[in-house]
T-cell receptor, first 113, second 114 residues
Framework: SQKIEQNSEALNIQEGKTATLTCNYTNYSPAYLQWYRQDPGRGPVFLLLIRENEKEKRKERLKVTFDTTLKQSLFHITASQPADSATYLCALEANNQGGKLIFGQGTELSVKP | DAGVIQSPRHEVTEMGQEVTLRCKPISGHDYLFWYRQTMMRGLELLIYFNNNVPIDDSGMPEDRFSAKMPNASFSTLKIQPSEPRDSAVYFC????????????FGQGTRLTVV
C-alpha cells in the first residue's frame, strides 16, 4: 500500500542544536517533495520544495535532502530556536497520483531554550 | 493580497443540519483545493478545481459532501446532512499552476457536529 511516514513521536531538542526530521514513502514515485510548517490553529505554510533530480536544497537555516533510492527526505533546521517549535509536514506530488499534493501526518518539533 | 480567506473560522452544528464552508482564493491563482485535517487521518485532499472546474473529487468521503466554484474568487464546501464524524478542520488552499508550485492555505474552519 502507499504510505508517507513521518516520525510520529514529538522531537524535543535544545536551542542551538540541529533538528532533523524524516519523511519516508512507499509505493510512490514523487516528482516533487515539499515541506510545510503548521502552527496550532493555523494552516500549513510552505517552506521548501525539492525536485526528484535534486539531492539537496537550502534556504537560510533550512536544508532538505531527497534520496529517491532510499525513498526518503530529510529536513534539517540548523541553529534551532524556540520559535521553530511547530509541526512540520512533508508532502509529495507524483505523476501517477494526478499530481495531487499528498501529506504525511507531520512531526511535532519542540525547541527548548 | 490578504491570502486565502475562509469563513467561518468555527462552526458548531447539530447532527443532520446542513453546513456550508466558504473560501476565497488568492487572486490570480488557478487551482483551488479543499482539505480535511483530523488527528487520525492527517491532512486529506477532498477535491480540487482548475479554473473553476472540478478535476478530481475522489477524496470526497460521501455523497453528503459537495463542492462548487461558481467563479474564480469563491468556492463552497457543503455537507448535508452533517454527522459527528465530519468534525474536523477544513482547509482551503490555492496555487498558481500545477505540480511543483507551493500551495497557500487558509486559516481553516473548525467544524464540530454534535
Amino acid at each position: 500500500s502507499q504510505k508517507i511516514e513521518q516520525n510520529s513521536e514529538a522531537l524535543n531538542i535544545q536551542e542551538g542544536k540541529t533538528a532533523t526530521l524524516t519523511c519516508n514513502y512507499t509505493n510512490y514515485s514523487p516528482a516533487y517533495l515539499q515541506w510545510y510548517r503548521q502552527d496550532p490553529g493555523r494552516g500549513p505554510v510552505f517552506l521548501l520544495l525539492i525536485r526528484e533530480n535534486e539531492k539537496e536544497k537550502r534556504k537560510e537555516r533550512l536544508k532538505v535532502t531527497f534520496d529517491t533510492t532510499l525513498k526518503q527526505s530529510l529536513f534539517h533546521i540548523t541553529a534551532s530556536q524556540p520559535a521553530d517549535s511547530a509541526t512540520y509536514l512533508c508532502a509529495l506530488e507524483a505523476n501517477n497520483q494526478g499530481g495531487k499534493l499528498i501529506f504525511g501526518q507531520g512531526t511535532e518539533l519542540s525547541v527548548k531554550p | 493580497d490578504a491570502g486565502v480567506i475562509q469563513s467561518p473560522r468555527h462552526e458548531v452544528t447539530e447532527m443532520g443540519q446542513e453546513v456550508t464552508l466558504r473560501c476565497k482564493p488568492i487572486s490570480g491563482h488557478d487551482y483551488l483545493f479543499w482539505y480535511r485535517q483530523t488527528m487520525m487521518r492527517g491532512l486529506e485532499l477532498l477535491i480540487y478545481f482548475n479554473n473553476n472546474v472540478p478535476i478530481d473529487d475522489s477524496g470526497m468521503p460521501e455523497d453528503r459532501f459537495s463542492a462548487k466554484m461558481p467563479n474564480a474568487s469563491f468556492s463552497t464546501l457543503k455537507i448535508q446532512p452533517s454527522e459527528p464524524r465530519d468534525s474536523a478542520v477544513y482547509f482551503c488552499a490555492s496555487s498558481l499552476g500545477w505540480m511543483g508550485t507551493e500551495a497557500f492555505f487558509g486559516q481553516g474552519t473548525r467544524l464540530t457536529v454534535v
